[in-house]
């Protein structure tokens, strides 16, 4: 069931799962704005640094102003 597998992966912590293939070949990488924004989200949090959560969901937030 082809289905099943999807909310499977879906469940799975960000760093357990598998990387996605490249669809453009090209990696993105965060601008020095956003940068600053996962700095803060993890000085907020009481993190010395960013971690890859805090990295996600400012480039998500990045993609959803664009759409």
């Known amino acids: 069931m082809p289905g099943a597998k999807k909310a499977k992966d879906a469940t799975k912590a960000p760093w357990r799962k598998k990387n996605p293939k ?3 070949k090209t990696s993105r990488k965060l601008s ?3 940068k600053a924004e996962a700095k803060a ?5 009481g993190r010395p640094y960013p ?4 990295n996600m969901a400012v480039a998500r937030k990045a993609n ?3 759409t």
């Not at 971690?51 to 805090?54: A, E, F, G, M, P």
């Open 22 to 24: 490249a669809k453009s």
């Open 32 to 34: 020095p704005a956003q």
């Open 41 to 45: 989200r993890a000085a907020k949090a």
């Open 51 to 54: 971690n890859l959560v805090d």
């Open 64 to 66: 959803v102003r664009k």
